[in-house]
C-alpha cells in the first residue's frame, strides 16, 4: 500500500524561493566569468567557499547536530571534495576560455550523469528513455564544441582553447554529479542544512593551498573582483542553498527541479547584457539539444503499462531523472 503523498501548494513565499533560487544560481555563472581575469579558478573557488561556510554556520546556531556514522563521514568527505571542492575549481577554470552561457549549457547534462549515475552504482537500473536522453546529450555537448571550435578559430584564438574549456565545463559536471549522488544518501538521515554547511567546510579544506595566491591577487585585484567573492559566497552559495531546501521541502522534487532548465537561458540573457557575449548559433543550438536530452531522460513508461506488463506482481516504476540542484 502507497504511502498518502504529501499535499503541495503554490504558495506565494514557495514561488519567492524558487524565483530567487533560479536566479542566484544563474547569476553566479556570469559573477564567475566577470571575476576570472583577476582571481584564479582555485583562488575565486577558496574565496566563495569561505564567506558560504561563515554564513552557513549561522543558519547551525540552535539547531540539533545529528552525529554521523563512519560510513557517512565517508559519504560526507567525498559530497564535499567533489561538489564544493573539484566542482567550483574546474567550472571556474571552464569560464577563462568559455562563455557564462556556454558553459551552464553543458553542466546543465547534470542530471542525466546523476541518474545514469545512480543507476550504475545505486541499483536504479538504466531505463530505456534515459539511455536515449544521454545520447542526445552527447550529441549536444558535441555541437557545442564545434561550433566553440569554429568561433575560436575565426576569430584568431588558439584552436584547441574552446575545446580544452568545455573538457573543464564536462569535469565540473561529473564532479557535480559525484557530489549529488554521495548527499542522496546522506541526506537520508541528516539535515540538509548540516550537509551543506559540512561539505561547504571541506571544500574550504581542500581548497587552502590556494590561500597564499588568494591573497596575492586580492591585493592586485580591484573592488569589484572582491564583490564578486562575495556576492558568490554570500548568494548563489549561502542564500540559494537555503531557498531550495525552503521549496523542495514544500513541492515534489521532480516538479521543482523542473524550474532549472531555463537557467541556461538566464545565463545567456544575462552574459549578453553584462559583457556583451552570446554563444555561436551551433553552440546555442547544442544546448538546446542537451536539454531536450535530459527531457527525454524523464520520460517514464506509464504505470498502467508497467503492471500490464509485469503482472500482478509487478515492481515499482524506474523513478525519473534526478534534476540539477545547484551552481
Known amino acids: 500500500?502507497?504511502?498518502?503523498?504529501?499535499?503541495?501548494?503554490?504558495?506565494?513565499?514557495?514561488?519567492?524561493?524558487?524565483?530567487?533560487?533560479?536566479?542566484?544560481?544563474?547569476?553566479?555563472?556570469?559573477?564567475?566569468?566577470?571575476?576570472?581575469?583577476?582571481?584564479?579558478?582555485?583562488?575565486?573557488?577558496?574565496?566563495?567557499?569561505?564567506?558560504?561556510?561563515?554564513?552557513?554556520?549561522?543558519?547551525?546556531?540552535?539547531?540539533?547536530?545529528?552525529?554521523?556514522?563512519?560510513?557517512?563521514?565517508?559519504?560526507?568527505?567525498?559530497?564535499?571534495?567533489?561538489?564544493?571542492?573539484?566542482?567550483?575549481?574546474?567550472?571556474?577554470?571552464?569560464?577563462?576560455?568559455?562563455?557564462?552561457?556556454?558553459?551552464?549549457?553543458?553542466?546543465?547534462?547534470?542530471?542525466?550523469?546523476?541518474?545514469?549515475?545512480?543507476?550504475?552504482?545505486?541499483g536504479e537500473g538504466v531505463p530505456k528513455w534515459l539511455a536515449i536522453g544521454a545520447g542526445i546529450a552527447f550529441g549536444g555537448v558535441v555541437l557545442i564544441g564545434v561550433g566553440t571550435g569554429?568561433?575560436?578559430?575565426?576569430?584568431?584564438?588558439?584552436?584547441?582553447?574552446?575545446?580544452?574549456?568545455?573538457?573543464?565545463?564536462?569535469?565540473?559536471?561529473?564532479?557535480?554529479?559525484?557530489?549529488?549522488?554521495?548527499?542522496?544518501?546522506?541526506?537520508?538521515?541528516?539535515?540538509?542544512?548540516?550537509?551543506?554547511?559540512?561539505?561547504?567546510?571541506?571544500?574550504?579544506?581542500?581548497?587552502?593551498?590556494?590561500?597564499?595566491?588568494?591573497?596575492a591577487q586580492l591585493q592586485a585585484a580591484p573592488p569589484s573582483a572582491i564583490l564578486g567573492i562575495l556576492y558568490l559566497g554570500a548568494i548563489p552559495t549561502s542564500l540559494a542553498f537555503t531557498t531550495w531546501g525552503y521549496a523542495l521541502s514544500r513541492l515534489p522534487a521532480g516538479q521543482l527541479g523542473v524550474t532549472t532548465y531555463v537557467v541556461p537561458a538566464i545565463v545567456v540573457l544575462m552574459g549578453w547584457l553584462a559583457f556583451g557575449e552570446i554563444p555561436t548559433l551551433l553552440a546555442i543550438i547544442g544546448g538546446v539539444i542537451c536539454l531536450v536530452g535530459v527531457a527525454v531522460s524523464r520520460r517514464r513508461v506509464p504505470d498502467v503499462v508497467v503492471a500490464a506488463s509485469a503482472g500482478p506482481a509487478s515492481a515499482p516504476s524506474v523513478p525519473a531523472a534526478p534534476q540539477n540542484l545547484s551552481q
Open 1 to 122: 500500500m502507497n504511502a498518502p503523498s504529501r499535499t503541495t501548494a503554490m504558495t506565494p513565499m514557495v514561488v519567492v524561493a524558487i524565483v530567487v533560487t533560479v536566479i542566484a544560481w544563474a547569476s553566479a555563472f556570469v559573477v564567475i566569468r566577470g571575476v576570472g581575469p583577476y582571481i584564479g579558478g582555485g583562488e575565486l573557488a577558496l574565496g566563495r567557499l569561505l564567506v558560504g561556510t561563515a554564513l552557513l554556520s549561522l543558519l547551525l546556531i540552535r539547531r540539533p547536530w545529528v552525529r554521523p556514522t563512519g560510513r557517512e563521514w565517508l559519504l560526507i568527505l567525498l559530497f564535499g571534495v567533489a561538489w564544493f571542492g573539484a566542482y567550483n575549481v574546474t567550472l571556474n577554470i571552464a569560464e577563462h576560455t568559455l562563455d557564462a552561457g556556454t558553459t551552464s549549457m553543458i553542466v546543465n547534462i547534470g542530471p542525466i550523469l546523476i541518474a545514469l549515475g545512480a543507476g550504475v552504482f545505486l
Open 150 to 215: 569554429a568561433a575560436g578559430l575565426s576569430s584568431g584564438a588558439e584552436a584547441d582553447t574552446g575545446g580544452v574549456g568545455i573538457l573543464w565545463a564536462l569535469t565540473a559536471a561529473v564532479t557535480y554529479t559525484i557530489g549529488v549522488l554521495c548527499q542522496k544518501r546522506i541526506m537520508r538521515r541528516i539535515p540538509a542544512t548540516q550537509v551543506t554547511w559540512l561539505g561547504c567546510a571541506i571544500g574550504v579544506v581542500v581548497c587552502l593551498p590556494f590561500a597564499g595566491s588568494l591573497l
